[in-house]
């Protein structure tokens, strides 16, 4: 019955009064979760003058008082921050991969690749399965259930 009122009405509320071709404002909340779920931890994060500003603005407490387990890093000065930049980059690639190619695209790139790919492949997912196995809030994922099926067919694959 809702569903059939509502396509009386000419409104879209989720989607009224938005910037045009802005599907996402800002990224403040993927740093600040990360803040705010491992507060014992310290972070590094790189650089970021549109994200840091917002970060520091948001004057996050807990127990009463401001969590400052995070710093923002040249990453020219910092070799962690480089290498979590290639890491991210790796893993970027991986999610892309999963979702620009249907099953069937991605069953032939397995069946082409060599033994040592394959090799890369499984060690890649094993990292990512021990990660999630130690604690699940390490990995953040924002994907539709299709993309988990590729995965868990890649991961059955190799």
């Known amino acids: ?16 009064d938005e910037k045009t071709h802005h599907l996402i404002e800002n990224f403040a909340h993927f740093y600040s979760r990360t803040i705010y779920l491992f507060i014992n931890s310290k972070h590094f994060f790189d650089k970021e003058d549109s994200i840091e500003p917002l970060i520091n603005d948001l004057n996050m407490t807990y127990q ?17 921050i480089q290498l979590s930049d290639i890491i991210i980059g790796l893993i970027g690639k ?22 040592i790919s394959k090799e890369t492949l ?4 094993t990292i990512l399965e021990e990660s ?20 868990n067919f890649i991961n059955n694959s190799i």
């Open 1 to 16: 019955m809702l569903l059939n009122k509502s396509k009386e009405t000419r409104n879209l509320v989720f989607i009224m």
């Open 64 to 80: 009463g008082a401001k969590l400052e387990n995070f710093s923002f890093v040249d990453s020219k000065n910092n070799l962690y």
């Open 94 to 115: 991986f999610y892309n991969f999963i979702n620009e190619n249907n099953i069937e695209t991605i069953k032939e790139k397995l069946e082409n690749l060599n033994e």
């Open 122 to 125: 499984r060690l890649f997912n």
């Open 132 to 151: 999630e196995r130690k604690n699940k809030s390490y990995i953040f994922l924002l994907i539709s259930n299709d993309e988990i099926e590729k995965i």
